[in-house]
């Protein structure tokens, strides 16, 4: 399947927790030894190329193969937002997606120096990813708290993959206290990676966003969230203190622990604004909790 990069309308981007692509059912025996079956999510390797190099192999649950890689180079900075991307393509039955730029890129150099970081299974950060965020100044914006309320209660509730099958990572960029796009996978890091292939794909402004992670807020989210201009980050885990470090550093503004009624917000504090009345706002229930909900995770 070939993909033309070429302008296209915004889509909504929403979990398909019933896309038989992206589970299986499989057997096993519970703690008391019946026979139980449950849905799992499935892991498939997507390599990518940016032009004739091959960069990486990613396990993936395989939606939005344009949108990761894309996001991938963006967030690895090894594509920068003013380069020119002349096509896409994917082949489903390869399992390959090929990036094709307008000049060659300067990848071989950041392929050498890389530091490790906390993603899971293949997150890594390359050499210059710190200073392409130093000089960053993020837009001002707001965070009110009805919005956060509004924001946490709809992603919690709505329909999911996590909810369908667990196992799974989210992210999801939002205006205000709406989702706009909204993706899973197996790595926090791929979930963010489509996010950032998703706004730059079809041009979405990132200044008044917001966006919202199921994981932890490690240096790794940061620099990402930091990277696609967004100034607000929201988790409903905790924090790391690189993590918190960078955060301060740039002016994010930093909001973890998010569930219910609660959060806790560590640096960019002077944007959030408390309009929301608390006796108006419900804690969250034991059908939406999710992994860590008790500690970070």
Known sequence: MMMKFEKAPVPLILPDPHDPRLTERVAGTDHTGAAVAINVPVERPLTLYLNAQEIVTMMTIGDYPEYLALGYLLNQNMLKYDDVVTEVEYDDDLQVVVVRTEHHTNFEQKLKKRTQTSGCAQGTAFGDLLDAVENVVLPKAELRTSWLYQMTHTINTMPSLYLEAGAIH????????????????????????????????????????????????????????????????????????????????????????????????????ERIIYDQNLAFVEEESARHKRKGADRDE
């Open 170 to 269: 989210g992210c999801v960029l939002c205006k205000e206290g709406t989702p706009l796009c909204y993706t899973e996978d197996v790595g926090r890091h791929n979930a963010v990676d489509k996010i950032a292939g998703w706004i730059y794909r079809h041009g979405v402004e990132p200044a008044d966003k917001i966006l919202y992670t199921t994981g932890r807020l490690t240096s790794e989210m940061v620099i990402k969230t930091v990277r696609m201009g967004i100034p607000i980050l929201v988790s409903r885990s905790g924090f790391t203190a690189w993590g918190d470090d960078l955060a301060r550093q740039v002016g994010l503004t930093l909001v973890g622990r998010t569930r219910g009624k609660r959060f806790i917000a560590l640096s960019g504090q």
